[in-house]
Nanobody, 115 residues
Framework: VQLVESGGGLVQPGGSLRLSCVAS????????MRWYRQAPGKERELVAL????????EYVDSVKGRFTISRDNAKNTVYLQMNSLKPEDTAVYYC?????????WGQGTQVTVSS
C-alpha cells in the first residue's frame, strides 16, 4: 500500500493550495481518508476527514469554512482544497487511510504560508 501526497509549497497569506493524495494497492472506496498536519514543535493534529461513504466530512474548527476535503474513488485520490491560508497553517500535511485495523500514512508534503 502506498499513499503519495503532492501539491504543497510556499504561498502568501490569503492564498490557496490544493493537496492531493493518491492511494495504491488498496480498496480505496472502503477507507476513511484523513488529512493531518504537524507544525514544528507541535503534535500532529487531524485537519479533515472524508468518510468512506463520501458523504460525511469533518473538520477541525480552525479550518472550517476555509478548507474542503473531497475524494474521487475512481481515481483513488483524496484532495484538500485550502483557501484563505494563514501563517498558522504552516505544517507538514499527511494523508491517512484507515479501515478496521488497517492504517496507512503518506510521507507528507510541506505547506508554508509566509509573505
Amino acid at each position: 500500500v502506498q499513499l503519495v501526497e503532492s501539491g504543497g509549497g510556499l504561498v502568501q497569506p490569503g492564498g490557496s493550495l490544493r493537496l492531493s493524495c493518491v492511494a495504491s494497492e488498496l480498496t480505496f472506496r472502503v477507507y476513511d481518508m484523513r488529512w493531518y498536519r504537524q507544525a514544528p514543535g507541535k503534535e500532529r493534529e487531524l485537519v479533515a476527514l472524508s468518510q468512506s461513504s463520501g458523504v460525511g466530512t469533518e473538520y477541525v474548527d480552525s479550518v472550517k469554512g476555509r478548507f474542503t476535503i473531497s475524494r474521487d474513488n475512481a481515481k483513488n485520490t483524496v484532495y484538500l482544497q485550502m483557501n484563505s491560508l494563514k501563517p498558522e497553517d504552516t505544517a507538514v500535511y499527511y494523508c491517512n487511510a484507515r479501515y478496521s485495523f488497517r492504517d496507512y500514512w503518506g510521507q507528507g508534503t510541506q505547506v508554508t504560508v509566509s509573505s
